[in-house]
């Protein structure tokens, strides 16, 4: 099979073992690393902006790609309802009370519209007002700023108006909830898609 294997001029695909052993980022604006140990737990840090985040669990390889679920698994941060009062027919605005961090603004939030399965990013203004489409919302999630979390969904009535107000759980915020979490190698190293862009993985020289 090998010299198959070099006649045809392939290259096997590594093994878990092979794959096994700490790794890097080295990349601009980033930092941390990956290790993946050979009794399938693995340790994750990144801080790139804004965000800091860690993780740890297990890990498998297929042969084709890495894949890391978070052991135990971290309670996602959350937005609790206070109370949804009366506005204005159609207006919909947001109030979040963020405790202890020094988050000040309203965030993004998912919306939903009747007729529609899909759910579209909309932004808030600095009253926390939404620029909703028409008056066919039927539903609101927050969005944590900077890690992306989308909190527990708010039912809406179309056609009426909602003044929402908030309290913010942070819970295990900054653990990443890895499910399945996708690398795939390269070279010598590792790739993930995660924050909108690719962070590399390189192998940690000895």
């Not at 679920?69 to 309802?81: E, I």
């Amino acid at each position: 099979m090998e010299l198959l294997i070099a006649l045809l001029g392939l290259t096997p695909a590594p093994t878990a073992a092979e794959i096994a052993g700490t790794y890097e980022i080295r990349q601009m604006e980033m930092a941390g690393g990956l290790e993946l140990q050979s009794n399938g737990h693995f340790r994750y840090g990144l801080s790139y902006g804004a965000a800091d985040e860690s993780a740890e669990g297990d890990w498998t390889f297929d042969g084709t790609t890495v894949r890391l679920n978070s052991n135990p698994m971290p309670r996602s941060p959350d937005f609790v309802l206070l109370a949804d009062s009366p506005a204005p027919a159609c207006e919909l605005s947001i109030g979040v009370d963020w405790g202890k961090l020094n988050w000040s603004s309203a965030p993004r939030v998912l919306v939903g519209y009747a007729g529609d399965p899909n759910r579209y990013m909309v932004d808030t203004d600095d009253s926390g007002k939404l620029e909703a489409r028409g008056c066919n919302a039927t539903s609101i999630r927050p969005l944590v700023p900077v890690y992306g979390n989308a909190g527990t969904e708010v039912k809406l009535t179309p056609g009426q108006g909602h003044r929402l107000s908030f309290r913010f759980e942070p819970n295990d915020i900054g653990q990443a909830a890895f499910r399945d979490e996708i690398l795939s190698p390269y070279g010598q190293g590792l790739v993930m898609a995660r924050y909108e862009t690719k962070i590399r993985f390189v192998r940690a020289r000895p």
